[in-house]
C-alpha cells in the first residue's frame, strides 16, 4: 500500500487532525507555520515560467495561495470528500464568488426561503443590480415538483442542509435528483453541520460553501469561508459559456489560449474562482486566521458531538416548559423533518435550535437581559452557548412577508448550544424564565 492510499485511507478523527498537512516539509514543525509572507521567491527564471503557465504548482502571492491556508483548504477537501477546495475571507465572500461565478452575465437561482437572512437580503439587494434573480421556491419539500420551478436561465438550486435559525431539513437526494435532469448544479451551505455531521456530496451537492467562522472552527475567533467542488458536474455547456471562454493568462508552453476546464480537469469551478474572483475581488484569508481554523478543526468531532447532546437536552427541556410555545430540533420526534434526521444525520442534529417565547414583548426582553450563562449575541457554533431574538438581529433583514415565508415568527429565540454542562445551561434557562414571568 502506498504511502498516499494509507492516507486515504484514514478515518474522519484522524483526517481532522493530520490530512494536508507533512512535518517533514516544514521544517518538522508539530503544529503548521503561520506564512505571514505577501509574496514568494522564485527558485529562478524557469519556476517562474512554470508557475505562471501552471505547468508547476507552487505559490506566487497571498492574495491567491499561501501555505497555511492551503493546509486549511486540504483539510477539509478530505473531510468533506471534495475534487478541490478554496479558502476566502468569509462566509459571505465563499457564497458571492460561488454564486458570482455560476451565473456570471446573468441568470436566475432557485434558493430556499429558509436561509440565514444575510443571504436572504443580499440575494434581493446586491445580486439584481448584477443581472442575477432570485426565486424562492415553493417546493423544496416536494421536489417532485421542483422542476417545475425551474427556467431555461436558472443557473443553480441554492438551499442550507441544517436551515438557520429553525433547522429545516431537506431531501437533498431527491433536490439533486431534480437538478441534474435540468443541467444546474446544486450549492449547499453547509456550515451548521459541518462535515462530521452531514457530506453534501454523497447527498448529490455539487458545490459545497462554509462560513468556517462557525462550526468548522469553532471558538468565535475568527472570520473565514471556504467553497469546495464535487469534481463531477460538467460546466462545459450552453448554460455556462463562461467556462469554455478561453484566457491568455492561461496560455500554454505554445502561447495557445486554454479555458478552465482544459487546465484544471478535475476542478474547474475553485480553479475559476482562484484566479478570477479571489485574485481580482481580493477577499482573501489570511494566513493567521487559516491556523486558527486548522486548530479549531482537531476538535470538530468532539465538539459537534457535545454541541449535539447539549442541544437536544436543551431541545427536551424547552419542550416541556409551559413558557414555550413551540421548539423546533429535527432530534425531537415531533419534528416534522425527523425522518429525515433519522436517514441522514446518524451522528447527531447539530447545536442550533429554536423556541418560541409565549410572553409578550416585555417579557421576552426582560428573559433575554436576565440570561447569565449564555452569550447574547448573533455568532453561531462557537463553544460557547449563544442565545438570541433572531427577528429582530440575524434575521431582521426580512419583512413581515418574507419572515412569513420563512416561518420566522417575531417570538422565535434561537439558541447555539455550547460546550458547558447542559444542566448549567438549563438552570440559566429556568432563572431567566422566572424572572421574565414575574413582570404582568
Excluded: C
Excluded at 3 to 23: H, L
Excluded at 238 to 255: A, I, M, V, W
Excluded at 330 to 357: C, I, M, N, T, V
Amino acid at each position: 500500500m502506498s504511502e498516499e492510499t494509507k492516507k486515504a485511507a484514514y478515518r474522519f478523527d484522524t483526517q481532522k487532525v493530520r490530512a494536508g498537512y507533512e512535518p517533514k516539509d516544514h521544517k518538522y514543525a508539530v503544529s503548521p507555520p503561520i506564512y505571514q509572507t505577501a509574496s514568494y521567491d522564485f527558485r529562478d527564471v524557469e519556476n517562474a515560467k512554470n508557475l505562471f503557465s501552471f505547468k508547476e504548482q507552487g505559490f506566487l502571492y497571498t492574495r491567491v495561495g499561501n501555505p497555511t491556508v492551503a493546509v486549511l483548504e486540504e483539510r477539509v477537501r478530505v473531510l468533506e470528500g471534495a475534487a478541490a477546495a478554496i479558502g476566502v475571507a468569509s462566509g459571505m465572500a465563499a457564497i458571492s464568488y460561488t454564486l458570482l461565478n455560476l451565473a456570471e452575465g446573468g441568470g436566475r437561482i432557485l434558493t430556499s426561503p429558509f436561509l440565514y437572512g444575510g443571504s436572504a437580503d443580499s440575494f434581493k439587494k446586491i445580486y439584481p443590480k448584477f443581472g442575477i434573480h432570485f426565486d424562492i421556491a415553493k417546493n423544496l419539500e416536494h421536489p417532485e415538483k421542483l422542476g417545475e420551478e425551474i427556467w431555461p436561465d436558472t443557473k443553480a438550486i441554492y438551499i442550507e442542509s441544517i436551515s438557520n435559525p429553525n433547522t429545516v431539513l431537506l431531501d437533498l437526494d431527491a433536490i439533486s435528483k431534480v437538478a441534474h435532469e435540468h443541467g444546474i448544479p446544486v450549492v449547499v451551505d453547509n456550515t451548521v453541520a459541518t462535515p462530521y455531521l452531514y457530506h453534501p456530496f454523497a447527498h448529490g451537492a455539487d458545490i459545497v460553501v462554509y462560513s468556517a467562522t462557525k462550526g468548522l472552527s469553532g471558538h468565535g475567533n475568527l472570520i473565514a469561508g471556504l467553497i469546495l467542488e464535487s469534481g463531477t458536474f460538467d460546466y462545459k455547456t450552453e448554460k455556462f459559456p463562461q467556462f469554455s471562454e478561453k484566457y491568455y493568462t492561461l496560455r500554454d508552453e505554445s502561447g495557445t489560449y486554454r479555458s478552465f476546464p482544459e487546465v484544471f480537469p478535475e476542478a474547474p469551478f475553485t480553479a475559476r474562482i482562484r484566479f478570477n474572483y479571489l485574485n481580482y475581488f481580493g477577499a482573501a484569508l489570511s494566513p493567521f486566521d487559516a491556523y486558527l481554523s486548522i486548530v479549531g478543526l482537531e476538535t470538530l468531532s468532539e465538539r459537534l458531538s457535545k454541541q449535539s447532546e447539549n442541544a437536544h437536552k436543551l431541545a427536551l427541556y424547552l419542550s416541556s416548559n409551559e413558557k414555550v410555545e413551540w421548539v423546533r430540533y429535527p432530534a425531537l420526534e415531533e419534528s416534522p423533518y425527523h425522518q429525515l434526521y433519522k436517514r441522514d444525520f446518524e451522528k447527531g442534529a447539530g447545536g442550533l435550535l429554536s423556541f418560541g417565547f409565549k410572553g409578550n414583548e416585555k417579557q421576552k426582553e426582560a428573559f433575554l437581559n436576565a440570561i447569565e450563562l449564555f452569550h447574547y449575541h448573533v455568532n453561531i457554533g462557537d463553544a460557547r452557548s449563544l442565545i438570541v431574538n433572531s427577528p429582530q438581529t440575524t434575521h431582521g433583514e426580512l419583512d413581515d412577508q418574507e419572515k412569513a415565508a420563512a416561518d420566522i415568527p417575531e417570538n422565535l429565540i434561537r439558541i447555539s448550544a455550547g460546550l458547558e454542562d447542559s444542566d448549567d445551561l438549563i438552570a440559566d434557562l429556568e432563572q431567566a424564565f422566572q424572572k421574565a414571568f414575574s413582570i404582568n
